[in-house]
């Protein structure tokens, strides 16, 4: 018995046999619900599937927005229906009463095709299953390696596995990840998962705020789910400036099979992780950079590789990073900006590209000769191999600096056909001039969301949008240099981050925050008169519409990066922003992603929906300004003590700084201590599909 996907139908505007009647079936259910609430808006998006000549209904995805309430809501209905069932008006209230009331596989009726309705019952409940996500379990040991030397220098690596970059996660949406990191390191270690939301659970987060560090010779291991999220990621380690040494990887997050990808499936996918580079050991330029040596403050770096490799043809260099395709096939290119402070842009030589993903939102889809990408920053691309069977040059030229085609700051690599015999050859091609800043402005407000592909859900990514939301915060953050004791420091509001011995999250669950922050002790709208260090936590208003403004007063292209969140890039401009400015705003259709380029000397506006409860690292994508201080943290706060809003500290929680021998019981006024969830929920168990598969079999 093998489905097949039958018809994708949203609201009513679209025809065709049994989908028109399930569209009847939701707008009558739909529009009662409007007529009693009053000012609500709505939308709906269903996957079907044939099987054995049945019509199967396996998701609805059913999206509300109460205006009054200015909250949004989306929720799945699972229903088993036949062609005649759907056709009988008698199953129209029943339709209705179990529309509202489950979310979980219900057969609506009966007809001649008893016994397969069953089996077509139990192939739903997979995919239902399939909905929960699977869980998948990873080792990794993480350690130092001299001798795999990127570049033409011996220094040390951050490698995992012995690999570098470190390997592929592969995921699809809502699977559970287990991660257990073993630090071979000489000093403790954290990795984030750049990108990755955790929704309900900052506990997994891996930064200074969120978690205590992995000790040398140490093991935890993170467990998150990938949560109602596809798209393109990457991991990285992210305190002591080990980052500069690697430890990064690659992230994919698949859509689940029932839902439609908005471009045809790629030949295969190559995952492209491009960066600059130093010769200095990241320790070294650790010491640099924290002392008052301004001349190594400013060093810029020495390479730029692609996956860990040099630039193909420099002196030197023996590996460099080749990929093989076959002429006229289609690849999805995969690429994360894994640097430490360089913007880039890319090309493929005689080769366009179309954009289609980033950061976990399907893009409207432009065709590009170039595309820029800035620290932090991830894309999915489609090029077909539409030349002459030959290599040609896959290059990454840095912005805002003037390089010649021989520079080591020049990546370099190669696209292979499979049956050429032809070496790269001619000049790299050419690309815009690094310092035509409209250029590269205007390609970034040509990165638009597409509002009719479903990304995680069915429903259409534009089902919410921005055009009519009632902001409830603004947060106007300039970000620039100061001199603090004599050291050179980055400041938020004149404000530089000062790291605590103890996590916010640790001290906001035992201590409701103290001796650790003070909540809003620092200004979000305004400038300090005078630079000093802080712990900088500000409210965010839980279930609240916030305006983040990233302001650079620096002259060198900076990104902000929000954990837990995905924003909506409204807009950029030149100079100081002011709330005028507004009506500039692309409110229509902003792509969603969370890293944003800030351009020098100006401001990026950005649209967030604070739903997701936790402690959120907000942060300078560029290494040396993050580890001087340019963060803060959003303490998102839901009081609800119902356990399905925020995680509980997980069972294997590490201790430090204050609670390091044992913690207290969870502060009152704090966020609520929830029951533990179970490690396995039904139906991620393999017991349960092999059982579920031999019920089919013997049905049949």
Wanted: glycine share 8%; net charge negative; charged share 15%.
């Amino acid at each position: 018995m093998q489905p097949g996907v039958l018809s994708r139908f949203k609201n009513q505007n679209d025809t065709g046999h049994s989908g028109l009647k399930v569209a009847g079936l939701l707008s009558t259910f739909l529009g009662d619900m409007q007529r009693s609430q009053g000012d609500m808006r709505w939308g709906y998006s269903c996957t079907l599937i044939e099987c054995k000549g049945m019509t199967v209904l396996i998701e609805c995805s059913v999206s509300l927005l109460l205006l009054s309430w200015e909250t949004s809501k989306s929720f799945p209905i699972y229903g088993v229906w036949t062609q005649e069932a759907i056709a009988s008006p008698g199953v129209k209230q029943g339709a209705k009463e179990r529309a509202h009331h489950t979310s979980s596989a219900a057969t609506m009726t009966f007809s001649g095709h008893h016994r397969w309705l069953i089996a077509c019952t139990a192939l739903l409940a997979v995919f239902v299953v399939g909905a929960n996500g699977v869980d998948i379990y990873l080792e990794w040991n993480v350690a130092i390696d001299t001798t795999i030397n990127p570049t033409i220098l011996q220094q040390p690596v951050i490698t995992i596995n012995g690999m570098f970059p470190g390997p592929l996660v592969n995921a699809s949406t809502n699977d559970f990840i287990h991660v257990n990191v073993f630090n071979n390191l000489d000093e403790p270690l954290l990795l984030t998962w750049n990108g990755i939301q955790q929704r309900l659970n900052s506990w997994q987060d891996g930064v200074s705020g969120t978690n205590c560090p992995i000790q040398p010779g140490k093991n935890w291991t993170y467990v998150f789910q990938t949560k109602d999220q596809i798209g393109t990621f990457f991991y990285f380690p992210s305190i002591n400036f080990q980052k500069a040494a690697g430890g990064f990887g690659p992230i994919r997050v698949n859509n689940r099979i029932v839902i439609n990808v908005p471009f045809p499936k790629p030949e295969a996918e190559f995952d492209l992780l491009i960066g600059d580079w130093s010769y200095t050991s990241y320790k070294e330029a650790r010491s640099l950079i924290q002392s008052n040596n301004t001349p190594g403050h400013f060093n810029l770096p020495d390479f730029v590789l692609m996956n860990g490799k040099g630039p193909y043809g420099y002196p030197g260099i023996v590996n460099y990073e080749s990929f093989t395709v076959s002429q006229w096939k289609t690849y999805r290119f995969r690429i994360s900006n894994v640097g430490n402070e360089l913007s880039y842009n890319f090309r493929i030589q005689n080769h366009q590209m179309v954009v289609v993903e980033t950061e976990g939102s399907y893009t409207q889809q432009i065709t590009l000769d170039s595309l820029d990408v800035h620290v932090g920053q991830s894309y999915s691309v489609l090029v077909t191999a539409n030349q002459k069977e030959a290599d040609y040059y896959i290059v990454a030229t840095p912005k805002m600096l003037s390089t010649t085609d021989n520079s080591s700051l020049v990546g370099k690599g190669v696209l292979h056909y499979a049956n050429s015999n032809t070496p790269v050859s001619g000049p790299l091609p050419s690309g815009p001039d690094p310092f035509d800043r409209a250029f590269s402005v205007d390609q970034a407000k040509s990165i638009r969301w597409n509002m009719t592909a479903g990304a995680a859900r069915p429903n259409p990514q534009g089902t919410f949008n921005v055009s009519n939301v009632t902001l409830s915060q603004t947060f106007i953050l300039h970000a620039s240099m100061a001199n603090i004791s004599g050291l050179p420091r980055y400041v938020v509001n004149n404000v530089s981050y000062l790291t605590p011995d103890t996590p916010l999250k640790l001290a906001d669950q035992f201590a409701n925050g103290s001796d650790v922050y003070q909540l809003d002790q620092f200004p979000v709208q305004s400038v300090k008169d005078a630079a000093e260090y802080g712990v900088f936590v500000a409210t965010g208003n839980h279930k609240g519409w916030i305006e983040l403004v990233f302001k650079n007063d620096l002259d060198v292209m900076d990104a902000w990066h929000l954990d837990g969140f995905g924003f909506y890039v409204v807009g950029f401009g030149d100079g100081d922003w002011q709330p005028e400015l507004r009506s500039t705003y692309n409110l229509l259709d902003p792509v969603v992603r969370s890293t944003t380029q800030v351009y020098p000397g100006g401001w990026t506006a950005v649209y967030a929906f604070l739903d997701n409860p936790g402690m959120w690292n907000l942060r300078s994508q560029n290494l040396k300004n993050w580890y001087l201080g340019q963060e803060l943290y959003v303490r998102v706060y839901d009081p609800d003590p119902n356990p399905a809003k925020e995680r509980p500290p997980p069972e294997n929680i590490l201790l430090c700084g204050k609670f390091e021998t044992s913690a207290p019981a969870s502060s009152p006024s704090g966020p609520p201590a929830a029951p533990v969830p179970a490690n396995a929920p039904f139906g991620q168990t393999p017991w349960f599909h092999i059982l579920l598969f031999i019920s089919i079999v013997v049905i049949l």
